[in-house]
């Protein structure tokens, strides 16, 4: 009889993914916060690896994988992953696309209104004893055109709660069929003419060479003056140095982040402007959805090692 596949978990998974490989009958281990000297050192004992987004799948580390059949990332993004390396030694990469979307989603309208309403600095200021009615004058969202970059699926579903608030939804996605967006209720737009009419963009597409900065200096500064931006896909959609200018300028009235260009993200100049809200890569955290992304990857890793499917 061959021995229970092992799988090492290396960043901090929900302890359903462990309860699940167990009864899957593999066996696991669970060792958040590894080093990458240390990883190199213990993956050799491994046919599989389940991963968040801390732990860095690098060559080096796959080079002395000689056991590796398998990554699983709980969450969407494999950028932590040299998925061409893992590729070229027969190494599965397989994500959890549906676990954290909805989760993401709103995370996303909820950067709008913290925008629209200028909610951080507004609670700030009223904590810190002032009253400043005045100073806060919001924007309706309701009637406002929300410009999607991306329509897959987490873009759909901003799509779905933006025409709820009465939003009118335009959308560039070289994927998005006329059918589907009839569908999602949104209008299929070429990008210049999403950058041009946009009140509000918001972007959810994957890091790849042709998405880097797909908002540019240029594109930045042909947003309608006064738009606001919201990011938490990924940081090197936007470029950062444009997107202080064009804040900083007053071309644009206001941009939400959750994702930079290099992450921890523990200093930029985007910090130092008012009109800037950031939260520390958050889109995914919730507790339902790190729950789904846990218990997916542990049974679609399990299905993989145990039947080949
Ligand atoms: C993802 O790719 O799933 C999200 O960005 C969440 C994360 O990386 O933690």
């Given at each position: 009889?061959?021995?229970a ?12 993914a ?52 398998v ?7 494999v ?20 676990g ?17 309403r ?16 005045n ?22 579903i ?22 589907r967006a009839?569908e ?40 309608k ?35 930079f ?21 958050l ?9 789904n992304?846990?218990?997916?990857v ?10 080949g499917?």
């Amino acid at each position: 009889m061959s021995a229970a596949p092992k799988v090492l978990i290396s960043d901090k998974l929900s302890p359903a993914a462990i309860a699940i490989f167990q009864r899957r009958g593999i066996e696991v281990d669970f060792k958040p916060g590894l080093k990458p000297a240390e990883l190199r050192e213990i993956i050799g004992n491994y046919d599989g690896l389940a991963i968040r987004s801390a732990t860095k799948v690098t060559r080096e580390v796959l080079e002395v994988a000689s056991r590796l059949k398998v990554v699983g990332r709980a969450g969407i993004g494999v950028d932590n992953v040299d998925v061409s390396s893992a590729t070229a030694r027969g190494v599965v990469v397989m994500n959890t696309p549906h676990g954290n979307a909805i989760t993401t989603a709103e995370h996303a309208i909820a950067m709008i209104f913290a925008l629209a309403r200028q909610l951080p600095e507004a609670s700030a200021s009223t904590k810190a004893g002032k009253w400043e009615k005045n100073r806060f004058m919001g924007v309706e969202v309701s009637g406002k055109t929300l410009g999607l970059i991306g329509a897959g699926n987490i873009g759909s579903i901003v799509a779905n709660r933006a025409v709820g608030l009465h939003m009118k939804v335009i959308a560039f996605d070289p994927f998005l069929s006329e059918k589907r967006a009839v569908e999602l209720g949104v209008e299929k737009v070429d990008l210049d003419t999403l950058v041009a009419r946009a009140d509000f963009i918001t972007l959810h597409a994957p890091y790849t060479e042709q998405t880097k900065n797909i908002l540019n200096r240029e594109r930045l500064f042909a947003m309608k003056k006064g738009a606001r931006l919201i990011n938490c896909a990924r940081g090197g959609l936007v470029d950062e140095a444009a997107l202080f200018e064009a804040l900083q300028s007053g071309h644009l009235a206001g941009a939400a982040l959750d994702v930079f260009e290099t992450e921890p993200a523990t200093d930029s100049p985007l910090f130092g402007l008012e009109n800037v809200v950031c939260t520390p890569h958050l889109g995914a955290a919730t507790a339902e959805a790190q729950e789904n992304v846990a218990l997916q990857v542990a049974e679609q890793m399990s299905d993989f090692l145990l039947t080949g499917a």
